[in-house]
């Protein structure tokens, strides 16, 4: 008896730091009360900043929540929708929310959007839209871990990586792209398209018009798709204001072009609204083949017609889905900063950034040389000694070490406090003891005796999985 | 570089997107389109065609809105239970809501005579039954690999179990000369053939109670199945998404007989299939089971559950309700009650103008017996008759040869997914019919719609191939599936 190679192989990528990371919270969370020495959880991209105004609009729309429509019951109705064109209402809501979210300056049509259970879904489906096994899509690096398992394991998709690099902060160059694309030839690898994340996850910046029409003018010379994951597009508090890779095809006059249908938009709520458990994804292309075939497949993953109905009611309320947008952004722009200014009076410096839920920072001048074993090093150290969960960049495929995301509305404001106090604390007890770098405050939680235990750590993860995130 | 488009230049995608394996390109679309085009309503539309093709269970909703309406706190919207809400919005982790799996684990041993319990700790999520079929096929197969099913079987499985898994799927026959019973004697025919043609068999997936049949295997069966499997050393899955649509009694769970026969069958083999679709009438919600033995299969699927789970929203709902004891017992015995009495209303009504079906205890449908309406036992005829169904009688029931039955003559026909007064109206009309005697040779096809018959002669030469061997190249209909790619629903029809 044996299983596929799927099953046996380690493509599902889970195996890495990143949610080794994962492990060491789960055994020790922090807890204000319970335990105030616990690991703080700054590795997960979670939006809980605004819940209060969700709740709020739950507590004035007693309909929406008990099934009702008009004060009639549809629970019947519901309990058998499932069609996969998705409930109508829900699509033209979500069309709107993402309109409104670019400021209009893109308008999106409900038939081409593809409801899927959540980004991750999304993404997995174009993979199985586009490519063959053993195709390639390029992607710049660093990128989310979990496009290693969301593009690559069931579909025998390949993934090459267009190198960032600080040099230029991270943004995608001609070079880089070209290179990518060589890089897969040599490899034999047959491009099917690029892949980006706008606004970036790990970076929480958003692409210039100049990136945009890089990798546009990229996709059309060489004939292949551009997909555009927006997930974090609500998620920009700061100018400048996120452009749209719909925006830039409407402008440069390449609408119902050749180029038109290979662009293709993931979307989801789990970051803008902050409801991941809810599974909301989906897929948006001008392509009607794309549309149709992803259709099809979001049958192996639907979103609960529960949820969708919910969501209908919510969004369609314009007056709220635009304050929503409005105060979310005022609210992470705030603990952004927060962040940004602890860090710094630490003399940890971030990639400038105007979005996400997570500040790409620098610690490369704390890296005890140059390298990705003193970049793990390090990481172990925040983990077990500063007890601070973060992701190292190394587990996001960044071709420099010292760069590491830390998330930062996923907690309340005390506890990113304690947090920006405990990392103050150990960075100060660096310098202070320059030449013994693996000196411990007693500030910090009785974790010598781990100290030990650290140069023995084996780094491959034993199945105790995590929950997906980003 | 900017050429005048041609829409969905299909060397662009890949072969999954534009190729037919999806299923849904096939001719018996045609009855979804009567339907479509005419959907019967007893007030404003009381000659349009009835839906019989939609194996929906829509005889307990009330049970369970009744339930949701007295516990409001099982909705994380309602005032009393919205200080849940953020916590179970932000809940993702693909193990589930403890309190979802111990719930289901539950009522999953109360559907199967509480003569086995299930493990909360084996259950993964995924999008509904489609999205746990396929993810098995993930686990157990790979590409080129082949699975053996009985026929007749669910016409969406070749989708579900090929489409982007490309595995392989190799009907084992099964006769109406005994009762469509599966035999020893056919899986070791159906295994030996993939050997001889040198495909790899990674198992052999089951539906019990059966779609379409309607039956529940006996332990004799179950017990025969699990031999060979474990001979061979196979997989078995088991789809047992329709198990309480049978009382509780009558069914034997293929968990049971795993346990009777632990010590010589190696239960690392074994996986189940389940969702709440049928068994609670709820496919909206999206809630697939895999249940399985083998510990490598529930730590990989589960992983492989990110791509469908379910609902954070939905397993809170369902977690509460489902541990409602109560109303489990309750609803489990008064489901099943009005199910059988459905089953046997309609039976008899059939039975009263000459029509057999097939003797069933499970399943939300009856498998009908219509050959000796066919002037010749050919698949063309059964296409013929068909047409006269949908067109005259006006009824969109499913032709035994969409579910790849090998012998022509059979359909099957939903019951549950509709009032009392419509079933009424629905005997009225078949017995009308066959009073009449029309056969399908004198066809007087009254037709409303020509591109519909012009697409049914189309069709009917298309499986004029009588070889009843086929695998692959039949194109076989799967228009049945529920994910019709016309919009059935009246939610989806009010925008229009």
Not at chain 2, 198 to 227: E, F, H, Q, W, Y
Request: with cysteine.
């Amino acid at each position: 008896m044996t299983l596929s190679k799927k099953a046996t192989c380690n493509s599902h990528g889970q195996d890495s730091s990143y949610f080794l990371g994962w492990q060491e919270y789960e055994k020790n969370p922090y807890d204000e009360l319970t335990n105030p020495n616990g690991i703080i959880q700054m590795g997960l991209a979670e939006n809980q900043l605004s819940f209060d105004l969700l709740e709020s609009w739950l507590a004035n729309n007693p309909d929406a929540a008990s099934f009702k429509r008009n004060g009639e019951s549809i629970f019947r109705e519901l309990a058998l929708f499932q069609d996969y064109h998705g409930l109508p209402s829900f699509k033209n809501a979500m069309v709107k929310f993402m309109s409104e979210i670019r400021g209009n300056k893109a308008s999106f049509d409900p038939n081409k959007l593809v409801l899927t259970a959540g980004a991750t879904s999304a993404n997995e489906t174009l993979m199985f839209c586009l490519a063959e096994p053993g195709d390639a899509f390029l992607l710049p690096t660093p990128y989310y871990p979990g496009f290693d398992r969301d593009l690559k394991w069931r579909t025998g998709v390949e993934i090459v990586p267009i190198q960032c690099t600080s040099s230029n902060g991270f943004r995608i160059t001609e070079l880089a792209l070209e290179s990518a694309y060589q890089l897969a030839q040599k490899r034999n690898l047959k491009v099917k398209g690029v892949l980006v994340t706008n606004p970036s996850n790990p970076l929480g910046i958003t692409l210039t018009r100049h990136e945009l029409n890089l990798l546009l003018n990229f996709v059309d010379e060489k004939g292949v798709h551009l997909i555009s994951d927006e997930i974090y597009s609500g998620t920009v508090f700061n100018s400048p204001n996120f452009v749209s890779v719909m925006e830039i095809l409407v402008n440069r006059n390449y609408v119902n072009m050749d180029l038109w249908n290979r662009v293709h938009i993931v979307y989801s709520l789990s970051k803008d609204l902050g409801l991941p458990g809810f599974r909301v994804g989906a897929i948006y292309s001008n392509d009607d083949l794309v549309v149709a075939a992803a259709t099809k497949m979001s049958s192996f993953g639907l979103v609960s017609s529960q949820t969708q109905y919910l969501l209908s009611a919510m969004l369609s309320d314009e007056k709220f889905a635009k304050n929503y947008i409005v105060e979310n952004r005022k609210r992470l722009k705030n603990r952004h900063a927060k962040l940004v200014r602890g860090l710094r009076k630490t003399g940890i410096s971030c990639l400038e950034s105007n979005a996400g839920l997570f500040c790409w920072v620098d610690m490369r001048h704390l890296l005890s040389s140059e390298t990705f074993d003193a970049e793990m090093e390090l990481w172990k150290k925040i983990v077990y000694e500063v007890g601070l969960n973060i992701s190292p960049g190394s587990s996001c495929h960044c071709s420099e070490p010292g760069w590491f995301r830390v998330c930062f509305a996923n907690m309340s404001e005390d506890t990113l406090e304690l947090a920006i106090q405990r990392l103050k604390l150990f960075v100060n007890a660096i310098s202070s003891n320059k030449n013994n770098i693996n000196g411990v405050s007693q500030n910090y939680s009785s974790k010598s005796s781990r100290r030990k235990s650290i140069s023995k750590w084996v780094f491959r993860l034993s199945f105790h999985d995590r929950e997906r995130e980003r | 570089m900017k050429m005048e488009v041609k829409n969905g230049d299909s060397q662009l995608l890949s072969k999954l997107a534009t190729n037919n394996e999806h299923g849904e390109n096939s001719p018996y679309f045609d009855g979804w389109k009567a339907y479509e085009n005419n959907p019967f309503h007893p007030t404003k539309n009381p000659n349009g065609v009835i839906q019989m093709g939609l194996a929906e269970n829509q005889l307990s909703l009330d049970l369970i809105e009744e339930w949701i309406k007295k516990n409001p706190r099982a909705s994380i919207c309602s005032p009393e239970g919205v200080n849940a809400f953020k916590d179970i919005a932000i809940f993702q982790d693909y193990h589930g809501l403890p309190e979802f799996r111990n719930a289901v684990a539950n009522f999953m041993g109360k559907s199967r005579r509480g003569k086995v319990s299930f493990d909360p700790e084996r259950i993964v999520m995924a999008g509904g039954a489609t999205g746990a079929n396929e993810l098995l096929m993930f686990c157990l197969a790979d590409p080129g690999d082949a699975f053996l099913i009985p026929t007749p079987y669910y016409p969406a499985f070749h989708r579900d179990l090929r489409w982007r898994t490309r595995v392989q799927l190799l009907p084992v026959v099964c006769e109406s000369s005994n009762n469509f019973q599966i035999t020893k004697k056919a899986l070791e025919e159906a295994y030996e053939n993939a050997q001889k043609a040198n495909i790899k068999v990674k198992g052999l997936i089951i539906t019990n109670p059966s779609n379409p049949l309607g039956t529940t295997m006996d332990r004799a069966t179950l017990r025969t199945l699990v031999t060979f499997i474990n001979d061979k050393q196979i997989h078995l899955v088991c789809d047992e998404i329709y198990a309480a649509t049978v009382h509780s009694l009558d069914f034997v769970s293929i968990s049971e007989v795993v346990q009777e026969m632990e010590d010589y069958c190696n239960r690392s083999l074994i996986h189940v299939v389940y969702s709440l679709s049928k068994d609670m009438g709820l496919p909206g919600f999206r809630v697939g089971i895999v249940y399985s033995y083998n510990d490598i299969v529930v730590n990989i699927g589960r992983k492989m559950s990110s791509f469908g789970l379910v609902s954070s929203q939905t397993q809170h709902l369902l977690a509460s309700m489902l541990s409602d004891e109560e109303f489990v017992n309750e609803f489990l015995s008064e489901s099943t009650k009005r199910l059988a009495s459905r089953r046997g209303s309609f039976t008899k009504g059939l039975e009263q103008v000459g029509i057999r079906c097939l003797e069933s205890n499970g399943g939300l449908f009856c498998w009908m017996d219509l050959r000796k309406l066919l002037k010749k036992p050919t698949f063309e005829d059964e296409m013929g008759l068909w047409s006269v169904i949908i067109n005259d009688v006006k009824l969109n029931v499913s032709p035994g040869s969409s579910f790849h039955c090998h012998e022509p003559g059979w359909f099957r026909v939903c019951f549950a997914n509709m009032d009392d007064e419509t079933m009424v109206v629905a005997l009225r009309r078949i017995r009308n019919f066959v009073e009449k005697g029309e056969d399908a040779e004198v066809i007087t096809v009254k037709k409303q719609n020509k591109a519909c018959q012009k697409t049914l002669s189309l069709s009917t030469s298309q499986i004029c191939d009588e070889n009843v061997t086929m695998t692959l190249s039949y194109s076989s209909p799967r228009v049945i599936s529920p994910h019709s790619p016309i919009p059935h629903s009246p939610m989806v029809r009010a925008r229009t």
